[in-house]
C-alpha cells in the first residue's frame, strides 16, 4: 500500500486511481489506505460546492479549475454523482461536463458513488480528499449533487463551503429552512447574466446581515460560469478565506470538529457492519419467527439477538 501511494505521489495516476477505488468500494483495502495517508495529509486547501441541481456547479468547478489553473495551482476534483440503485455505479456526467481538462496533467477529475457500501460518503469522501492531498494536489474540490442533508454533510466536511444558487430559485428564507446559511462560507449566484440576479444577491445579502458580528461575513459572488465571468472573483475569495482560516486559527477548530465527525461516522459504520452479522443465523431466524408470530415484541426481540451474540459481538 505504502508503494502504491508512493507511485502516485509520483504522479502515476493509475496508481491514484487504484487508491481511490479501494476507498470507493470500503472494507479492509479502505481501512489499509486510510491507515497510510491519514498522517500525511492535511496540506490541502478543501472545497465543498454544493446547490440544487441545475445551479451550474460542474460547470462553475470547471471554469474554477480554470482560474486556478492560471496561477499553477494543481487541482483535484472529487464529484460525488447519485449511485445507480442498479449497479451502484455513478453516472460520471461531471466528467463529461468537465472535458476540457481531460489533458491537463495539472488536473484530476474523479467520480464516486457510494457503491452501497456501509458508511456511506460519509465515510468514504473524506478519505478520498486526503488521498489527492497527500498525492500532492494544493486544492480539492469536492463538488455534491444536490442540497440534500447528504450532500449538505459532504460539501461542509472541507475547509471551506461554497452554496451555489441561481437567480428566480427562491427568496433567501429557504436558503436558511435548509441550512445553507449556517454552513455557507461563500454563496455564488450562477447564471447572474439572467433576470433576478440582483434581487438574488439583495436577499442573500440581506439574510447573511441576520447572522450577527462574525469575523468572517459569506461573500456573494456573481458568476456566468459557462463565460468565466465573476469566476476569477470567486478564486479570489476563495485564497481570502484560505488565508483567513490559517490566520484566525478557525482552521485547525474546523478540522478538530471533523475529526469528531467522522470518527463518530467511522464507528456507526463498523456497528452497522456487526448489525448486518448478527442478523442472520439460529439466534436472529428464531427472534425473528417470534416477532412474525406476535409472540415477541421487536425490542425484546433485539435484546435476545444482542445477548446471544455476546462480548465478542459475533452470533453463537
Not at 454563496?187 to 446581515?209: C, E, Q
Request: charged share 25%.
Amino acid at each position: 500500500m505504502a508503494d502504491l501511494l508512493d507511485r502516485a505521489v509520483g504522479g502515476h495516476r493509475p496508481s491514484l486511481a487504484r487508491l481511490l477505488s479501494m476507498v470507493e468500494r470500503g472494507g479492509d483495502e479502505a481501512r489499509a489506505v486510510s491507515a497510510v495517508v491519514h498522517p500525511r495529509s492535511g496540506r490541502a486547501a478543501t472545497v465543498g460546492i454544493t446547490g440544487a441541481p441545475g445551479a451550474g456547479k460542474s460547470t462553475l468547478t470547471s471554469a474554477l479549475c480554470r482560474s486556478l489553473r492560471g496561477d499553477d495551482a494543481e487541482v483535484a476534483v472529487l464529484a460525488v454523482d447519485p449511485s445507480s440503485p442498479f449497479t451502484g455505479g455513478a453516472i460520471l456526467g461531471d466528467r463529461i461536463r468537465m472535458g476540457e481538462h481531460v489533458l491537463d496533467e495539472g488536473v484530476f477529475i474523479r467520480s464516486m458513488a457510494t457503491r452501497g457500501h456501509l458508511g456511506g460518503l460519509a465515510v468514504a469522501v473524506p478519505d478520498a480528499a486526503r488521498v489527492l492531498d497527500t498525492a500532492g494536489y494544493g486544492w480539492v474540490v469536492v463538488e455534491t449533487v444536490g442540497v440534500g442533508q447528504v450532500e449538505v454533510d459532504v460539501a461542509s466536511a472541507t475547509d471551506t463551503t461554497v452554496v451555489v444558487v441561481n437567480p428566480g430559485w427562491g427568496d433567501a428564507v429557504q436558503a436558511a429552512k435548509a441550512g445553507l446559511v449556517e454552513i455557507a462560507d461563500v454563496f455564488v449566484v450562477n447564471k447572474a447574466d439572467r433576470a433576478g440576479a440582483a434581487d438574488a444577491v439583495r436577499d442573500l445579502t440581506a439574510v447573511l446581515s441576520l447572522r450577527g458580528a462574525a469575523d468572517w461575513v459569506p461573500p456573494v459572488v456573481e458568476t456566468v460560469a459557462t463565460t468565466g465571468r465573476g469566476v476569477d472573483r470567486l478564486r479570489e475569495v476563495l485564497v481570502e478565506h484560505r488565508a483567513h482560516l490559517l490566520a484566525s486559527g478557525e482552521l485547525g477548530r474546523r478540522r478538530a470538529r471533523r475529526a469528531e465527525e467522522e470518527l463518530r461516522a467511522v464507528v456507526a459504520a463498523r456497528l452497522a457492519e456487526r448489525a448486518e452479522v448478527l442478523c442472520r443465523g439460529d439466534a436472529w431466524d428464531a427472534q425473528l419467527l417470534a416477532v412474525a408470530d406476535g409472540s415477541v415484541d421487536p425490542w425484546s426481540a433485539a435484546d435476545a439477538v444482542l445477548r446471544a451474540a455476546g462480548p465478542s459481538g459475533q452470533p453463537a
